[in-house]
């Protein structure tokens, strides 16, 4: 290039002067270069994106794909732009441009890793998406990518030719799987549970396979450590979480609800029709009055359509105990201001055992804190055991020796021969 002969002349009078403006010069072209792409190019692509049903949703992120990959242009300025600075050693040249062409190759796997993302979301959208996930396969394709750009990073840095590099890794790749096995293993690991945010420090998570119980308190390389409710402390090998399963309890934590399921063992044999004056007794709960008018209403209408049409009298339907003692711990759940409306809640029998028929309670508190959570399910059990002679039900209990001695104490008093 032909420069006027008075600049030619300040140059040579002024080396640095010259080597600064030329410094300025391309990093304005880079600024520049930076600024056209993301006020002008980007935002361009963005309003195009925008009408479009995939670009206008942000958890698809296309604009984060493409800012990305915008990236890539300051740094390719940088890199073409650097060698024609004069009276720069020409080791710093080749550093600065090695350094341009790894953040290059970086932004790009970035970017490629970002598509896999939104490929994985926009096919999570299918019907039949759960049917046969391919998240697993896009993982190995970033992770691919992720140890290609490594290789191409590490041999811009040193100036080599990754033929070089790979075949250098090759000759100590089994020397170092060998030593560094668990330290791969544990590295690994710890990207997965990151990477799938399955473990954070402050979660609960139970193993009990390795009698952890408790909170995460610490999370390192190779351990993650546990301490237990009993203020023990577990200390978990980090790949031990990705190759044996274990519990998180931040779903409850997060929800803002805590599941009770326990059952009540009803005595079958005390389960029975109500009487007419049982029947009047149970209408005056405040809990069962519309149930009670609304079942027997319904009751009614079918014993009169059954003998109309002339069938047995005995087929006809009736209230039972066990029934009515249901509908009111549905009830008695559903007016309680510390079990979770907006969560399932039911009262359901289970199959009958040898120690009685189980009726289960099925429902989420509103309080996930542990002691809070053990006193209201205490509360509600101590009512519904309390409650149960109002149905004249009984709750199973194993025959104790106190009970044999009462019994043979009764029988010796009345006179009966034994």
Known sequence: MNYPQWFTDWANQHNWAYTATALTILFVAVWFSQLITKHILLRGIARLLSRTELGSDPSVGLKLIVGRI????????????????????DTLVSIIRNVAIAYIVLTLARAFSAAMTSANEIYMRRPDSHLKPIKGYLQIAQIVVYVIAAVLIIAALIDKSPVI???????MGAVTLLVFQDTILSFVASIQLSSNDMIRVGDWIEMPQLNADGEVIDMALHTVRVQNWDKTITTIPTKRLISDSFKNWRGMQDSGGRRIKRSLFIDQTSIDFLSEAQIQSLKKLSLLGDYLDSKQAEIDDWNRALIAQGKDPMNTRQLTNIGTFRAYVLNYLKHHPKIHQGMTLMVRQLSPTPQGLPLEVYCFTNDIRWE????????????????????DLHVFQETSGQDIRASIAALSGSGIER
């Open 372 to 391: 809070v959570y053990e006193g209201i399910q205490s509360d509600l059990f101590d009512h519904l055991y309390a409650v149960l002679s109002r149905f």
């Open 70 to 89: 915008a990236q890539v242009v300051p740094a390719l300025v940088l890199s073409a732009g650097i060698a024609y600075v004069p009276d720069i050693p």
């Open 165 to 171: 590099l790979l075949s250098g890794i090759g000759a």
